[in-house]
């Protein structure tokens, strides 16, 4: 989408902080960290939201999964992370282009706290 601050990151055409990337997703540090570790594992392919997924993003949705914790080690979050999926406007979600929050390190507060600075 043209507007997506996400698919323009995605595209290069905005840069960012990353700390991986592949043909299917990218991923990079929050511009706005709520943790000492925050980064965000965001698809290439513009998906709205998680409620926007369909039996055919199963593959991407695990990939993203699977990252997580692989990527959560490498940033130093070895003793337990967080994430978050933050789905439509009321739930949340301020960019509208589906990607998970990994966040950790020193004390993050009661989730409903940390989830609300999101």
């Not at 902080?17 to 990218?26: A, G, H």
């Not at 965001?42 to 039996?55: D, F, G, N, R, Y």
């Amino acid at each position: 989408m043209s507007n997506c601050i996400f698919c323009k990151i995605a595209a290069g055409e905005i840069p960012a902080n990353k700390i991986y990337e592949d043909d299917d997703l990218i991923a990079f540090h929050d511009i706005n960290p709520i943790a000492a570790v925050h980064f965000l594992i965001v698809p290439k392919q513009h998906i709205e939201s998680l409620a926007h997924t369909h039996p055919r993003d199963l593959g991407i949705l695990g990939k993203m999964l699977l990252l997580a914790p692989r990527l959560a080690a490498e940033q130093g979050l070895e003793s337990g992370f967080r994430t978050a999926i933050n789905t439509g406007k009321g739930g949340g979600q301020e960019v509208m282009h589906l990607h998970i929050h990994v966040f950790g390190g020193g004390k993050t507060g009661k989730m409903a706290d940390v989830l609300a600075k999101l």
